[in-house]
């Protein structure tokens, strides 16, 4: 079975400040897509990026950035320049490539970001 | 274009009584999901529809929860009779034809639970 783990719980940071959220994935399986979600205090869940498992290129998008490793299994995501909006639980989560699996999420890092 | 919406937002209920959560997916999205978090856990899945017909329950944690999705369209979760550890916050997401991770599931802003 799948498993992801977010081991920071909450993290505060002062703006703009440079913020890591880390996540590790386990599976078995060799085909499987990561993905990114943020719940602001309003609650919906925000996709913020998905990557398949074949590519290992890092992204960036604004202040965002994401590094993807597979020899460590890690998915870990930085956030540059922090700003108060950025305030939210952040979610990852794993989907498998077989058959019509789910995603499987992690706890969530709550991340606190004040002026 | 709308997004996943759910009713209703709020629910508090107490222990033995009958809750009935919705969820209006994004127009012709065939893939609905149902997922769950409790305070301080992960999301978990519940299940999952292809159009009307469930393709994957096994998230359900027994036979108090009952999920339908009449006509492929709109779906329902009923927790008939709640009990405390039912608590949390009821997720909803859909997305296009395929499987999980092909596309994005787009969620709605969650019906929060409480059972007293």
């Known amino acids: 079975a799948q498993k992801v783990t977010q081991a920071q719980t909450e993290i505060s940071v002062v703006e703009k400040e440079d913020v890591t959220l880390d996540c590790v994935y386990e599976t078995r399986d060799t085909t499987y897509y990561l993905f990114w979600y943020k719940q602001p205090p309003s609650g919906e869940l925000v996709f913020l990026i998905r990557?398949?498992?074949?590519?290992?290129q890092n992204e960036i998008s604004g202040r965002y950035s994401w590094n993807f490793q597979k020899s460590t299994s890690s998915f870990n995501f930085t956030i540059t320049a922090s700003q108060v909006v950025d305030s939210a639980v952040y979610f990852c989560a794993l989907a498998l490539r077989s058959g019509y699996s789910t995603l499987t999420f992690g706890k969530g890092t709550m991340l606190l970001v004040s002026p | 274009e709308a997004g996943v919406t759910q009713f209703p937002s709020h629910s508090v209920i107490e222990k033995g009584q009958t809750v009935t959560l919705r969820c209006d997916p994004i127009?012709?999205?065939?893939?609905l999901y149902w997922y769950r978090r409790v305070m301080g856990k992960e999301i978990k899945f519940l299940l999952h529809?292809?159009?009307?017909?469930?393709?994957?329950e096994s998230g359900m944690p027994n036979n108090r929860f009952l999920a339908e999705r009449t006509g492929g369209t709109y779906s329902t979760l009923k927790v008939q009779p709640a009990e405390l550890e039912d608590s949390g916050v009821y997720f909803c997401?859909?997305?296009?034809?395929?499987?999980?991770?092909?596309?994005?599931?787009?969620f709605g802003p969650g019906t929060r639970l409480t059972v007293l």
């Open positions: 529809f292809v159009k009307e017909s469930k393709q994957d």
């Open positions: 990557r398949n498992s074949f590519d290992e």
């Open positions: 997401a859909s997305s296009q034809e395929g499987r999980a991770g092909e596309h994005e599931q787009f």
């Open positions: 127009s012709g999205h065939d893939n």
